[in-house]
């Protein structure tokens, strides 16, 4: 057997570590090792040349329990299908660096855990070859998964096909950003959390690219969140119970819906580009937020607003709207208003989305006048798009807004047939 093919059992590590100094760093020599260890000093960790470290174990794969502890340059493949992880850390100041994670459980769990710094790692779900989509025993597990663990940085990473890319529970001050996520759940995921930073992150192709969740105090920033797209409830960015947070700078684009805030009070939501996506932005029960300097543009639906009272709509983009510019200020002189109308019989009665944008629909809304004075409305949306660069990364598109359009009505169609099935039965 060659050398560079031999298996080493991680009893040499264990040994490794024994042997070193507080502070020292322990390289270990290249090789595959099998089986789980522990990090129990402040020691640096590193892989010399190409280290791999296999565990087939229902335990996690490297555990962490020494404050100042660092992780850098090794493979881990987490075989076991569980609830335990690649890395597990239980103390506080750990660094991990430029990992590459296959895992069947969680990639790394952080329990307790603050001021970490987890960067340029690659996580991934390994499917078994045993299984079938059909089949499937395993339950996907989470890329990085905090809990109660604070002020933690969560940068440059890469996080496919898990459940979701990088949770947050409980724990507050974290700052998560250049991250790319794609094909999982939800791209980033805040569950209770306060003064999350949430930026330049990437989020493609998952069920939802952020959902933030009963949060205070975040900033979701400068990230992009593309063609979340294939799921009848895939949406760019959610805020759910959502208060005095910061969304801007963002592009989300080619999403079904762009921007979905429901519940979510205090808000500020400004320059932001809302492209291509079936539904540019949508608002259920959300009270007192500020949107200002937005452009949505090529949304098959502009906006949706219902039970929304008191929000200031100020001086965004309607590429879909067509003001009157009297004094030449570069802003309509007649408002934008959002009628509920469609969003409302919709919702009653999903059957009715096959008449989207039907000339009766159309004549029916123009005559809904009730409650017009709670009604969203921009005072004075701009005549042009507030930022040059509008074509977005070419992702969405007409193309998708046909797409969407055929899809939508193509779900609907067919719940109509299955129902008028069961009730012939």
Known sequence: MHAST??????????????????????????????????????????????????????????????????????????????????YVAADEVTLESLQISTRGYGILLRKADHAAIGSTRIQWMEDANETAGKRKTVKRNGIDLFDSHQNVISGNTVSDMNDGIYLESSNGNTVAGNAIDHSRYGVHCMFTKKTIVR???GYANITGAMVMGVDDAIVTGNRFEKQNENVNSQGLLLFDVHTSTVENNLVE??????????????????????????????????????????????????????????ELKANYWDAYRGIDSDGDGASNTAYVINPFFQRLTNETPAYQLFFRSPGMLFLESLFETNRDEWASDLMPLMKPAMNEIAGSGTGGPEFALFATGTVLLLVASGIILQFGRRRQ
Do not use: C
């Open 254 to 311: 080619g999403n079904r819906v762009g921007l979905y805030i429901e519940q979510s009070s205090s808000n500020t939501i400004q320059n932001n580009r809302v492209l291509w996506n079936f539904t540019g932005i949508q608002l259920l029960d959300a009270e007192n937020n500020r949107f200002t300097v937005n452009d949505f543009i090529g949304n098959v639906i502009e906006a949706e607003a219902t039970e929304s009272k008191n929000n």
């Open 200 to 202: 330049d992150n990437q």
């Open 6 to 87: 031999a298996v080493s059992s991680v009893s040499i590590i264990e040994q490794l570590i024994r042997e070193a100094k507080d502070g020292e760093t322990v390289r270990i020599p290249a090789g595959t090792y099998e089986g789980s260890f522990t990090i129990n000093s402040p020691i640096k960790l590193e892989g010399e040349g190409t280290v791999t470290i296999r565990n087939n174990d229902e335990e996690s794969t490297i555990t962490i329990t020494a404050r100042g502890a660092a992780l850098e340059g090794i493979s881990v493949v987490h075989e076991a299908r569980d609830k335990n992880a690649a890395v």
